[in-house]
């Protein structure tokens, strides 16, 4: 399993990006995927998740600027971003978890967002 982070960039403070992430290979329809974030220094955080029916999930720092949404059909997950903060700056990863036999977990390469003040 492959996933392909897109999307990251530099804008400034109140903008906008969004990002995806395309997940390629034998993946079990019932699954989690979602975004984390890692800042210089510090550990990485959860971002923002969603299972394969719609449920979401999101850290209170970024509830209702950002929302998660999916294509079950091309396996992937989108992360709009609005009223971007300097502390949103990190690299956003995404990964995919599911349970067959055993939890798999696949992570993305990682896409970096810097926010300008």
């Known amino acids: 399993v492959q996933l392909q982070a897109y999307g990251g960039g530099l804008v400034q403070a109140g903008g906008s990006l969004r990002l995806s992430c395309a997940a390629s290979?034998?993946?079990?329809?019932?699954?989690?995927m979602g975004w984390y974030r890692q800042a210089a220094g510090k550990q990485r955080e959860l971002v923002a998740s969603?299972?394969?029916?719609?449920?979401?999930n999101y850290a209170d720092s970024v509830k209702g600027r950002f929302t998660i949404s999916r294509d079950n059909a091309k396996n992937t997950v989108y992360l709009q971003m609005n009223s971007l903060k300097p502390e949103d700056t990190a690299v956003y990863y995404c990964n995919v978890v599911y349970q067959t036999n055993r939890i798999y977990v696949h992570w993305g390469q990682g896409a970096l967002v810097t926010v300008s003040s």
């Open positions: 969603i299972t394969s029916g719609g449920s979401t």
């Open positions: 290979g034998s993946i079990f329809s019932s699954n989690i």
